[in-house]
């Protein structure tokens, strides 16, 4: 009995002693896969990874991970996979100085700055600073948008540009339609122009939208849902 004990006992420090490494170590291998992700899209400055205990990082589990950007550079759908990666974090938060996204349907590149995302479960929350500057960029040759409202989850904007030689200026509607996010002229005699889908991804389910002007910028708020 007494070896019994001394061997129940050696068990229980060395599983003790375990649990303890792999606390210290788990997380960081977790936070070195994480940024090592980020880090295919533009430059991580800091990723952190929290997790208890830290053994459900063996499972691909983990209570909350942070992580700040100088810049990245991606597509939305790529934006929305790496979320969907990260379906089984609780929360999840990535600050970037810059995001510049590509391959975007009305034009672009369009580059925003002060970009945040977070997701909590499955809700997900971006919030970005689109300046002037930047949505000309964005914006087809000779094409200008001007905020006019924006309430209940959609933005009203106006549109100027040359169309067939004329000066013409279109008012249209930007809100989530079944989880996509859509452009829509308003006014009876546009009710017959096509809308425009902005973005659409399977994985990820537009709710509403935001933007409010801010010293020479837009500042947007976006929330959705992963599916």
């Known amino acids: 009995m007494p070896l019994v004990k001394i061997g129940l006992g050696v068990v229980v420090v ?10 210290l170590l788990l997380p960081r291998i977790a936070a070195k ?46 934006l929305v996979s790496l979320l969907s990666e990260a379906h089984s974090i609780d929360t999840l938060s990535v600050d970037a100085s810059t995001v510049k996204l590509h391959h975007l349907r009305f034009g672009g590149p369009a580059t925003l700055s002060h970009a945040s995302i977070e997701k909590r479960g499955q809700s997900i929350d971006g919030k970005a600073l689109l300046t002037s500057e930047a949505l000309a960029e964005a914006l087809p040759a000779g094409v200008a948008v001007k905020l006019l409202s924006s309430s209940k989850g959609r933005v009203e904007v106006r549109a100027t540009g040359s169309l067939l030689g004329f000066q013409a200026s279109v008012d ?18 546009l009710s017959g122009l096509a809308t425009l889908t902005l973005f659409e991804d399977p994985k990820l389910r537009i709710l509403s939208v935001a933007a409010k002007p801010v010293e020479g910028a837009w500042a947007l708020d976006l929330k959705a849902r992963l599916q």
């Not at 375990?18 to 606390?23: I, T, Y």
């Not at 930007?174 to 996010?181: F, K, N, P, S």
């Open 14 to 23: 060395l599983a003790v002693l375990l649990l303890g490494v792999g606390q």
């Open 33 to 78: 896969v994480v940024r090592d992700k980020l880090a295919r899209y533009g430059q991580v400055r800091q990723v952190s990874v929290k997790a208890v205990p830290a053994l459900q990082l063996l499972w691909g589990e983990a209570g909350s991970v942070h992580a700040t950007a100088s810049k990245l550079t991606l597509s939305p759908n790529q």
């Open 172 to 189: 249209a509607i930007v809100e989530a339609v079944d989880g996509r996010l859509q452009l829509s002229p308003v006014g009876a005699l």
